[in-house]
């Protein structure tokens, strides 16, 4: 009986924690830019946070380089100066990991290059000195 309540324990644990990520934030991070825009025209959030580390969509779009579905969210009224809780915003991110059409698409867009992190850095400085990331092997 012990056994059959930790296993139970455990499977609602992992069902209701389960996956953070959105169906739209899956979608911007797969590049499928038709299905932003049908999320995002049913009424999904283009500026809701999602994910381990709690990013708006944009900031996922940035982080897979996937210049299209961020276009797809600045259309549907995504802010292109949200920032996540350490006030890193889509812009310092695509700066940092060098990514020149994703910081031309948000500064074309209304990326403010001036806004700061909780660090006093701003865009430039994550363009100066690069940015990690497991994923690309970014840093400078």
Not at 102 to 114: C, E, P, S
Request: charged share 20%.
């Amino acid at each position: 009986m012990r056994r059959l309540l930790l296993l139970l324990v455990l499977i609602l644990g992992c069902t209701v924690s389960g996956n953070k990520d959105s169906a739209l934030t899956d979608a911007v991070r797969a590049g499928d830019v038709a299905t932003v825009r049908t999320l995002c025209a049913r009424g999904a959030d283009p500026n809701t946070p999602s994910g381990e580390n709690g990013w708006p969509p944009l900031m996922h779009a940035v982080h897979k380089n996937q210049l299209g579905t961020a276009a797809a969210l600045l259309d549907a009224g995504a802010d292109p100066n949200a920032a996540n809780d350490r006030g890193m915003s889509a812009l310092m991110m695509a700066s940092g990991y060098g990514q020149r059409d994703m910081v031309a698409l948000l500064l074309r867009r209304g990326a403010n290059a001036r806004l700061t992190d909780r660090n006093g850095e701003a865009a430039i400085d994550y363009a100066l000195s690069g940015m990690t990331d497991i994923d690309a092997f970014t840093y400078l």
